[in-house]
């Protein structure tokens, strides 16, 4: 996975996400599917920041791994 098409996974989820909250107005938006999208994007800019990171130190970016959530959460704090 590249850069890009992270960017184009983030850009899916985004919209998704915007689509759910607005469809709240005319029904109950699905609270669990739009927690679960941020949780992903936030695996995403996550992985966006270590290939950076990577390229950055002279490292292979391909090298960076997708985290899981909780791990991505520590991170935030």
């Known amino acids: 996975m590249n850069d890009d098409s992270i960017l184009k996974h983030v ?3 985004v919209e ?3 689509r ?3 469809q709240g107005a005319k029904a109950q938006p699905d609270a669990e ?3 679960h999208i941020g949780e992903q994007l936030d695996q995403c800019w ?3 920041r270590q290939r950076r990171a990577k390229r950055e130190f ?3 970016p391909a090298g960076a791994h997708v985290r899981d ?3 991505v959460r520590k991170y935030e704090g």
Do not use: K, M, P, S
């Open 69 to 71: 959530v909780d791990t």
């Open 58 to 60: 002279g490292e292979d």
């Open 33 to 35: 599917r739009i927690r």
């Open 11 to 13: 850009a899916t989820l």
């Open 20 to 22: 759910l909250r607005a």
């Open 46 to 48: 996550d992985l966006l």
């Open 16 to 18: 998704e996400e915007q």
